[in-house]
């Protein structure tokens, strides 16, 4: 197990760059093929525009299960072989295959019964936002498959160390979708215009090919866990510890989403472009949460293995490294946003309206990317320390205690301008309660490991 053992005896700055680089680097072609994928679809009209912005909520929720369990899978795997419990490691990883399709088959009977409801509750139905947003959404629901795949393989390599094969996976992924988006959108040579339909067949293309490509590393070159599933009957312990772990994190993303409909309805009772841009603002801030994403990926698995193996000061230490890179990326990204906001938003062809809604609102949205960093790196650390329920109440008082309210409020003005000023507001208050969080994770746990 020598290459695993790495999170146990590397200095702690060269493994959190060599645990991170390869997860930021791909989370940052993710951010890249979400930009381009809403760039083609603009070019289309704003319409088709919308109706992807309309569908993320329901879009993040899925990803949100994916990523969730992943979590959970990453750190219980990790933590499991820090403690040196390999027939469990097996265990894990062969039942987050299986969770990985049972999600998948959810969410396709979503995208086969429940998609047109959806839309419904938000835009007329047979109106062409309505009709741009069935057709997007139920491609990406029904098969579902290949991002939970893809996500639960990717998780099991970064789980024990192999970052860069994970990296290959989601880099596979994002350029295949990158390379289809134009072609299957915009109807290039031989392929048929298919517009927002053609942004989703694009997009789960891409997920398929990195699920099979994740799937044949892990089988050829991960040695330290085993795919058989010769035999296999669900765990049901093993199950249990995944999602006490991941569910917490499936519900912060579930809160995101609810704030993110409710939001985009607010922003409707002002016009339709307001949630155009709401949605253009959440694939540009990619660029900037996708690599503190990806930091996040790389210094759970560290976090959990040292904890495992009952090292406080490796902790503390990757925690605190990892905090100042995250802040320094949010301290980058605010400065784009009020330094060049008119020409992120000419990326998507934006009407004069767009812009003149767009500028303020990535301008005020971007106060709180700095606090944000905060909330961002010590939720990781509270999930791979196995408490992620102290994420999701974060999640819950930011978003539904704070933001919704304030942005109602502040919508009641009749000043669009001013609901933007709800998510600094949200991320002083989520602070608040992350600081009092991480103290007591501190008192009940990481004090009380032994100094080795």
Do not use: H
Not at 193 to 214: M, S
Not at 284 to 312: D, E, H
Not at 379 to 408: D, E, K
Not at 434 to 440: D, G, K, P, R, S
Request: glycine share 8%; proline share 3%.
């Amino acid at each position: 197990m020598t290459k695993e053992n790495k999170m146990g005896v590397m200095p702690i700055k060269k493994l959190v760059i060599s645990m991170s680089l390869p997860m930021m680097i791909s989370m940052l072609v993710q951010a890249l093929y979400n930009v381009v994928d809403s760039i083609f679809v603009s070019q289309v009209c704003e319409d088709a525009l919308t109706a992807v912005s309309l569908a993320f909520p329901a879009q993040n929720l899925m990803i949100g299960v994916a990523t969730g369990t992943g979590v959970g899978i990453n750190a219980l795997l990790s933590r499991s072989l820090g403690a040196k419990e390999y027939d469990k490691v097996n265990k894990i990883a062969v039942n987050g295959i299986f969770l990985s399709f049972m999600s998948g088959l959810a969410f396709m009977l979503f995208g086969i019964s429940g998609v047109r409801l959806f839309f419904s509750t938000q835009v007329e139905p047979g109106s062409a936002i309505y009709n741009y947003g069935v057709d997007y959404l139920s491609i990406v629901c029904i098969y579902s498959f290949g991002v939970f795949g893809q996500v639960t393989t990717e998780r099991l390599m970064q789980a024990t160390g192999k970052s860069t094969l994970s990296m290959i996976t989601q880099l596979t992924g994002a350029i295949i979708n990158i390379i289809l988006d134009p072609l299957f959108i915009l109807g290039i040579g031989p392929f048929p215009r298919l517009e927002a339909k053609g942004a989703a067949i694009a997009t789960v293309i891409g997920q398929i090919c990195a699920f099979t490509i994740g799937l044949i590393l892990n089988i050829k070159l991960n040695k330290e866990i085993s795919l058989s599933v010769k035999k296999f009957r669900p765990d049901l312990k093993i199950i249990t510890e995944i999602y006490k772990i991941g569910v917490p994190s499936i519900i912060m993303v579930a809160i995101g989403s609810f704030m993110t409909f409710f939001l985009n309805k607010i922003l409707l009772s002002f016009s339709s472009t307001a949630a155009a841009v709401f949605g253009v603002y959440f694939k540009l801030q990619s660029f900037i949460f996708m690599p503190v994403f990806g930091l996040n990926n790389g210094i759970i698995p560290i976090i959990a293995f040292n904890y495992g193996a009952k090292n406080r000061d490796r902790i503390i230490k990757t925690i605190r490294f990892s905090c100042i890179i995250a802040v320094c990326i949010m301290t980058f990204g605010t400065l784009m946003m009020w330094l060049i906001p008119e020409k992120m938003l000419t990326l998507f062809d934006a009407s004069a309206d767009m812009m003149s809604i767009g500028v303020p609102a990535l301008r005020y949205i971007s106060l709180s990317f700095v606090l944000a960093a905060i909330n961002i790196n010590f939720g990781a650390s509270f999930q791979a320390l196995g408490r992620s329920y102290y994420s999701m109440i974060v999640s819950f008082a930011r978003q539904i205690i704070v933001l919704l309210p304030v942005a109602y409020l502040l919508s009641k003005t009749g000043v669009l301008n001013y609901v933007w000023l709800a998510f600094p507001i949200a991320e002083i208050a989520s602070l608040a309660v992350t600081l009092i969080c991480f103290v007591t994770v501190c008192k009940k746990l990481i004090n009380k490991i032994e100094v080795v």
